[in-house]
């Protein structure tokens, strides 16, 4: 076979090889991603088609005070969980770190089991454990305002309520990517500093922090894109309020999709998400990389 057939040949079952994955591709995510820009552009309900209005429905959006509302509530959702989240996924792996055999395998297994189970189910739990007259965090609410407070119907409280739920929820799966990056630190490492009589804050400072900050890096946009995404949490244990004080830009989607059938307006609010979402990654990942190197 001459070197020309092989090479052919060698592109033939790279092209067989990620071929599903490209056509997979294109129909789920490429082919709705287009009709999603093309339907913002027009006045079509859920369903059919509609009229050319062209830039009409992102007037309408910047003009719609529900939407800044909407901005500010991820913005401050945003605020109570990306760090908040990041810092206790960190102590905790670095407890978890120091435990060996059998403990070291419970308390990873306690961690992540919430991360398992599916979003009705903690919402579910939470909601029976935060109700209002039977629930039996309320005894900690009693202990800090003096009375019971429903959370879920308090403007002040339900979003930094959310936020825990989910935090708890997610940790799990943040505290593993940083148990796999302390664990690719080599123990030598410490051993020198520890000879050159580095403290422990000393250690993590100067050996532990620096090499794990690739990961570091990363669950923070992870958690960033992530939060942006906010619905399930809201949708199910607040549908938004009380008075819009939880109400999150995927809300509106819903909303004016689902509920009010306007298709196009919807499809303007999500690529406006998805531009959010594109910027804050970049400019964060960007800032990231700059602290990275000092």
Same mark, same amino acid.
């Given at each position: *076979?001459?070197?020309?057939?092989?090479?052919?040949?060698? #592109?033939?079952?790279?092209?067989?090889?990620?071929?599903?994955?490209?056509?997979?591709?294109?129909?789920?995510?490429?082919?709705?991603?287009?009709?999603?820009?093309?339907?913002?552009?027009?006045?079509?309900?859920?369903?059919?088609?509609? !009229?050319?209005?062209?830039?009409?429905?992102?007037?309408?959006?910047?003009? @719609?005070?529900?939407?800044? =509302?909407?901005?500010?509530?991820?913005? #401050?959702?945003?605020?109570?969980? &990306? +760090?908040? =989240?990041?810092?206790?996924?960190?102590?905790?792996?670095?407890?978890?770190?120091?435990?060996?055999?059998?403990?070291?395998?419970?308390? *990873?297994?306690?961690?992540?089991?919430?991360?398992?189970?599916?979003?009705?189910? &903690?919402?579910?739990?939470?909601?029976?454990?935060?109700?209002?007259?039977?629930?039996?965090?309320?005894?900690?609410?009693?202990?800090?305002?003096?009375?019971?407070?429903?959370?879920?119907?308090?403007?002040?409280? +339900? *979003?930094? &309520?959310?936020?825990?739920?989910?935090?708890?929820?997610? !940790?799990?799966? !943040?505290?593993?990517?940083?148990?796999?990056?302390?664990?690719?630190?080599?123990?030598?490492? #410490?051993?020198?500093? %520890?000879? @050159?009589?580095? %403290?422990?804050?000393?250690?993590?400072?100067?050996? =532990?922090?620096?090499?794990?900050?690739?990961?570091?890096? *990363?669950?923070?946009?992870?958690?960033?894109?992530?939060?942006?995404?906010?619905?399930?949490?809201?949708?199910?244990?607040?549908?938004?309020?009380?008075?819009?004080?939880?109400?999150?830009?995927?809300?509106?989607?819903?909303?004016?999709?689902?509920?009010?059938?306007?298709?196009?307006?919807?499809?303007?609010?999500?690529? +406006?998400?998805?531009? &959010?979402?594109?910027?804050?990654?970049?400019?964060?990942?960007?800032?990231?990389? +700059?602290?990275?190197?000092?």
């Amino acid at each position: *076979m001459s070197l020309q057939s092989k090479r052919r040949k060698s #592109y033939l079952t790279a092209l067989a090889l990620i071929a599903p994955f490209c056509l997979t591709y294109l129909v789920f995510f490429a082919y709705p991603a287009w009709k999603v820009v093309q339907l913002s552009f027009t006045d079509a309900p859920l369903v059919g088609d509609g !009229n050319w209005v062209g830039l009409d429905n992102y007037r309408r959006l910047f003009a @719609d005070r529900l939407f800044y =509302t909407s901005l500010k509530n991820n913005a #401050y959702f945003l605020l109570l969980t &990306v +760090v908040p =989240t990041t810092a206790i996924a960190l102590g905790f792996a670095l407890l978890i770190n120091r435990l060996s055999g059998r403990m070291q395998a419970l308390a *990873m297994v306690f961690f992540f089991i919430p991360y398992i189970l599916p979003v009705s189910v &903690v919402t579910q739990i939470w909601g029976w454990m935060l109700d209002y007259q039977y629930g039996v965090l309320q005894h900690i609410f009693t202990w800090l305002v003096g009375k019971p407070v429903a959370v879920f119907k308090s403007p002040a409280w +339900v *979003m930094p &309520v959310i936020a825990a739920v989910t935090v708890w929820w997610t !940790n799990g799966f !943040n505290v593993l990517l940083f148990l796999a990056g302390l664990r690719n630190i080599p123990a030598d490492l #410490y051993e020198a500093a %520890t000879l @050159d009589g580095a %403290t422990a804050w000393q250690r993590f400072r100067r050996v =532990t922090w620096p090499l794990l900050w690739p990961i570091t890096a *990363m669950v923070l946009t992870l958690q960033l894109i992530l939060q942006l995404k906010i619905f399930d949490q809201i949708y199910l244990l607040s549908k938004g309020g009380p008075f819009n004080s939880s109400y999150v830009l995927l809300m509106q989607v819903y909303r004016e999709a689902f509920q009010l059938n306007h298709g196009g307006y919807a499809s303007a609010i999500a690529l +406006v998400l998805f531009l &959010v979402i594109i910027v804050v990654s970049v400019v964060q990942f960007q800032l990231l990389r +700059v602290v990275g190197r000092r």
